[in-house]
């Protein structure tokens, strides 16, 4: 996707008015608190679903910039016919790369993942089916969730997010299998402790 902005930075439109159409719909989606499997499904609040740019700022603009969301919540953006769920069939044998930011720089690498997101410019757009942000005290997680693909593919797309958040090969980019994240939650004390130097403080 090819925009120009203003000196606001924002998407602007054509010459003729006419809203920047997406190549796929997306959605956002609200959850707070940490729940169990059981409520997910209730606790999980769609926002709303949008195809253009303009669509895309409207409600970008109404959600907290991450150092200012409350603690334990998570905002998600997934394509629109994808339920942030590994169980959902466009999940399932996927897996999700996790990066740790410090709140005060956490905003930009947003920013900047949703834009990429929307705007397909990830040479592997189509293995991404979601990205997700989720603020756990002291830290704020970055997720993108991807579908089953291969190892070649899992590589274009962790050299693109180095490429958009600006980070050298030095830096951590952690992935998990879907089917190993609930283990993950339960060993999450010991790899707080364990990574505490691979949390990204600035961009």
């Known amino acids: 996707m090819e925009k120009e902005k203003d000196s606001k930075g924002t998407a602007?439109?054509?010459?003729?008015?006419?809203?920047l159409s997406l190549a796929r719909p997306f959605k956002f989606y609200f959850k707070t608190k940490k729940q169990d499997r059981n409520t997910y499904v209730n606790e999980l609040k769609p926002l709303g679903s949008f195809s253009t740019v303009e669509g895309f700022w409207s409600y970008y603009r109404?959600?907290?910039?991450?150092?200012?969301?409350?603690?334990?919540?998570?905002?998600?953006?997934?394509?629109?016919?994808?339920?942030?769920?590994?169980?959902?069939?466009?999940?399932?044998?996927?897996?999700?790369?996790?990066?740790r930011f410090k709140p005060p720089y956490a905003g930009k690498f947003w920013e900047d993942l949703l834009i990429g997101f929307i705007g397909e410019q990830c040479p592997e757009s189509d293995c991404i089916t979601g990205v997700v942000l989720s603020v756990r005290s002291p830290e704020i997680w970055?997720?993108?969730?991807?579908?089953?693909?291969?190892?070649?593919?899992?590589?274009?797309?962790?050299a693109w997010l180095?490429?958009?958040?600006?980070?050298?090969?030095?830096?951590?980019?952690?992935?998990?299998?879907h089917r190993n994240t609930k283990q993950q939650h339960k060993t999450i004390g010991r790899?707080?402790?364990?990574?505490?130097?691979?949390?990204?403080?600035?961009k």
């Open 12 to 19: 602007s439109t054509n010459s003729q008015d006419q809203p």
């Open 62 to 99: 109404h959600i907290n910039r991450p150092d200012k969301l409350p603690d334990e919540c998570d905002v998600y953006l997934f394509l629109e016919n994808v339920q942030p769920m590994w169980e959902d069939e466009a999940n399932e044998g996927g897996g999700q790369f996790m990066l």
């Open 142 to 158: 970055i997720k993108i969730w991807i579908k089953r693909c291969t190892q070649d593919e899992r590589d274009s797309i962790e």
């Open 162 to 177: 180095r490429s958009t958040f600006g980070l050298t090969e030095a830096a951590y980019i952690e992935y998990k299998p």
């Open 191 to 202: 790899s707080d402790e364990a990574t505490k130097h691979r949390v990204i403080s600035e």
